[in-house]
């Protein structure tokens, strides 16, 4: 079995205890990971408490080193896109993009502006605003695009000279670890660590005194235990949680137009995407032939393991998320709901799960009302569009949600009526290193990417001088 190592202090560092980590094409072990002690935690939290003076003292010297990181990736991406692959399950050209991803991410954040502000400046007083790291900031990051979305934390993170310690998800921690290797020799030791290990892990890190800030991505539920955690020693936080996200489809579209871009919104990367359509709302006189054409894609797309080159769809990440996806379908089917393509597992081994399309399912099935994160789309019919904008909008979650129609000036109008952090028009799941990224209500605290993000990992320190 492959073994990989956690960066502690800039160096590699195994554990007395190991965790299997399973393939998902097959369910299972492959390779182990070590199981980070509370001890070891410490001294990584340590060793990003020394490295703090220095790594904040220069700052052209951290954007020279955040390129380096993004070279290193890049480098190193054909090596790391099938680890990726077994351990998150994900056809292996989406593994290489999303570790392309990370290294563009790198640039673009390396090109964000960090600078001080002169608020006043007259005879009696010199006002200046000044951005500060936190200190040492914990990231804990999912199993659906662990490399991408720690980068989202990591590059933002030690622009703005604070020290870092990511704690992956125990599904899919050796990307992860990989990551922390491939960045040893760009970044000074204790700037960047990486360590493995299960929930536990992750509840020492919020708990742990030196922490200032964590940065998680991951469920409402452990968001909310997080939000809780912190509190005790107003640690701040940002909140990327999970999402319920409505597409509303106007009458006025062409179904056999749209039906392609709209089924890669809900069933990207099998559906495990916080800003997949989660929930579809189609106008009654086009709700047949959107369904028909879902379908069709449904059933055509191919599903199987990610390092098969032709694989559209990998499986589920792991048991539970596959469990999940089964019974929620299910219920659905046992509430009346029709299965308009898929609606079972697929293979003897694995977590393969059928692209499943359904109908006659409304709110009040589990189906609707909670995030699936998987593939099966509920597809519902609306009559009009306040009825369906309050559908769309009766729900804790407010990630993202998305209007289809021809008509742009009316799309953008509607768009903002919808209750969520990102709303698009004839498209969903679109995000970028310059736009801001974030959820409302239960999906979440704060924002992530571009200035908004970088500001995250700051705080304001007014320098106010006197003159006589
Ligand atoms: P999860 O909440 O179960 O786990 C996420 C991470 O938190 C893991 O590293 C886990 O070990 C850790 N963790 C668990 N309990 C903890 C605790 N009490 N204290 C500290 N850390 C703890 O989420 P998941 O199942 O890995 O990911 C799926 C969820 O993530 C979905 O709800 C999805 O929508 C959401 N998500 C949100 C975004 C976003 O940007 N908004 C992006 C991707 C995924």
Known sequence: MSQFTMTINGAAVGSDQQLSVLDPATGRPFAECPDCSEAQLDQAVRAAKAALPAWQGDAEARRAALLKCADAIEAQAQAIAPVLTQEQGKPLGKALEELYGAALWFRSTVALPLEDQLLREDENFRVELRRRPLGVVAGITPWNFPVLLAVWKIAPALLAGN?????????????????????????????????????????????????????????????????????????????????????????????????????????????????????LYVEEPIFPAVVEALGAIAERVKVGPGSAADSELGPLNNRAQFDRVSELVEDARSHGAKVVAGGKPLANEGYFYAPTILTDVTEGVRLVDEEQFGPALPVMSFKSVDEVLGRANGTHFGLGGSIWTEDLDRGATLARDLDCGTAWVNQHMNLAPDVPFGGVKWSGIGYENGPWGLAAFTEYQVINVAKR
Not at 208 to 223: D, L, M, Q, Y
Not at 235 to 253: F, S
């Open 163 to 279: 020290t870092f310690i990511l704690k992956p998800s125990p599904y899919t921690p050796l990307s992860s670890l990989a990551l922390g290797e491939a960045l040893r020799d760009a970044l000074p030791p204790g700037v960047f660590n990486v360590v493995s290990g299960g929930d536990q892990l992750g509840r020492w890190l919020t708990a742990h005194p030196e922490v200032r800030k964590i940065s998680f991505t991951g469920s409402v539920a452990t968001g909310k235990h997080i939000a809780a955690a912190a509190a005790p020693d107003l640690k701040r936080v940002t909140l990327e949680l999970g999402g319920n996200d409505p597409a509303i489809v106007l009458a006025d579209n062409n179904p056999e137009k749209i039906a392609e871009k709209l089924f890669w919104s809900a069933f990207a990367n099998s559906g495990q995407v916080c800003v997949a359509v989660k929930r």
